[in-house]
């Protein structure tokens, strides 16, 4: 196949993972006219339930992810924890966008800080950590407090650990089972920050606005744009993600995550070679969401206008919100403004995302304002905020 013909409406995309982004791709890819078989150990996934095809099998199961790959025209992902080997597979049968560099690199922490450094991207002062020895050396050269992460499969604040004085070198080592890891400094931090790009087969390069992040227990509370935060720090922000995904050949969407310190500084901190959390509020806010974007950089089709309608903001819904029963959708789908999505997900847990809320409005801070109120409404006289 030529990588570089279109992939037009009426074929088949595919998708590993089947979580809440690859449901919203597959909602978006839908509404153009494409077909989406989706892969992932699960079955009955928010993705699946609006996908043509459901593939259920383990992600080291070969034969099975050849055989996904033989039903489609192009795949993607929707989560970087999708294993290399899987990804190799896909990318042997059929067009891999974003590709399997970019995975490797998002999937492993200290693969990421070494990327960054290596072309000149800010980033806090980090050393590798393979043992004990290896951490207390690092404590003495990044100091304290520092933030122990694990190189592989943490997300939303899993594998960390707070280490604010040297003593504590051996209990944090414990505490992350003694895995490869990351020794990043703490960064006493002003803002935490987002960029939402697509680039396309020809180079094409789209950002949104920058967004601006609020999180609660290491998890995306809320995100809002545009960020208030001067031009030029925006500016930087979008330039640095251009160097990313030019350096890393990304074909899709890709999210850097900064920190903005009091001193004006932009740091990265991680990617995310997908659609993002943050950019959710993008399908009620924008001309063209993230899900449309990835859908037409995986395809070979122009970008679209990733324009901001009117400022906006996303309100994450964690499981915490059911404790005592059914949330109150009435009483908040009586507000004028506010939009709901709900991902399908069968069991709410404490901390697991099952939906947001957005709402547009005549600043970004009242548009944030909206939201979080309406998500008070939704624990009712029963569910107090926690």
């Given at each position: 196949m030529d990588n570089t013909s279109p992939i037009l409406p009426g074929a088949t995309i595919g998708i590993l993972g089947s979580g809440q982004l690859g449901r919203m791709l597959a909602l978006a890819a839908r509404r153009m006219g494409y077909r989406v078989h989706v892969f992932s150990p699960e079955q009955d996934t928010p993705a699946g339930q609006v996908s043509d095809r459901e593939f259920s099998a383990p992600y080291d199961d070969l034969d099975a992810v050849r055989a996904f790959a033989g039903t489609v025209d192009a795949i993607t992902y929707e989560f970087e924890n999708v294993p290399a080997a899987t990804?190799?597979?896909?990318?042997?049968?059929?067009?891999?966008?974003?590709?399997v560099e970019a995975l490797q690199i998002a999937q492993n922490r200290l693969y990421e800080k070494r990327f960054f450094a290596a072309?000149?991207?800010?980033?806090?002062?980090?050393?590798?950590?393979?043992?004990?020895?290896?951490?207390q050396q690092g404590l003495a050269t990044v100091g304290c407090?520092?933030?122990?992460?694990?190189?592989?499969?943490?997300?939303?604040?899993?594998?960390?650990?707070?280490?604010?004085?040297?003593?504590?070198?051996?209990?944090?080592?414990?505490?992350?089972?003694?895995?490869?890891?990351?020794?990043?400094?703490?960064?006493?931090?002003?803002?935490?920050?987002?960029?939402?790009?697509?680039?396309?087969?020809?180079?094409?390069?789209?950002?949104?606005?920058?967004?601006?992040?609020?999180?609660?227990?290491h998890i995306l509370d809320t995100s809002q744009t545009p960020a208030a935060v001067p031009a030029s720090i925006a500016a930087q922000a979008v330039d640095y993600t251009q160097v990313v995904m030019e350096q890393l050949d990304v074909i899709g969407v890709l999210c850097v995550e900064f920190f903005l310190t009091a001193d004006g500084r932009l740091l990265l901190n991680e990617i995310a070679p997908?659609?993002?959390?943050?950019?959710?509020?993008?399908?009620?806010?924008?001309?063209?969401s993230q899900f449309e974007q990835q859908l037409r950089a995986v395809c070979g089709l122009p970008l679209g206008d990733a324009a901001c309608l009117q400022?906006?903001?996303?309100?994450?819904?964690?499981?915490?919100?059911?404790?005592?029963g059914e949330p109150d959708w009435a009483s908040v789908l009586?507000?004028?403004?506010?939009?709901?999505h709900l991902y399908g997900k069968k069991e709410a847990r404490p901390g697991r995302k099952m939906g947001h809320l957005t709402a547009l409005a005549d600043s970004a801070a009242a548009a944030a304002g909206q939201v979080r109120q309406a998500r008070q409404r939704l624990r009712g006289k029963m569910n107090p905020a926690r």
């Open positions: 990804a190799a597979a896909c990318a042997a049968i059929r067009p891999l966008r974003p590709g072309n000149g991207l800010p980033i806090t002062p980090f050393a590798p950590v393979s043992n004990l020895a290896e951490l407090p520092a933030i122990l992460k694990t190189a592989t499969a943490g997300y939303d604040g899993k594998g960390q650990q707070l280490i604010t004085q040297t003593g504590q070198a051996q209990a944090s080592w414990e505490a992350i089972g003694h895995a490869p890891a990351v020794l990043e400094g703490y960064v006493h931090f002003a803002q935490e920050l987002s960029v939402i790009a697509a680039r396309g087969v020809d180079g094409q390069f789209v950002p949104y606005d920058l967004f601006a992040n609020t999180h609660r227990r997908r659609p993002h959390n943050s950019g959710h509020l993008t399908v009620d806010a924008c001309l063209t400022p906006a903001a996303m309100a994450n819904l964690l499981g915490d919100l059911w404790q005592n009586r507000l004028p403004g506010i939009k709901l």
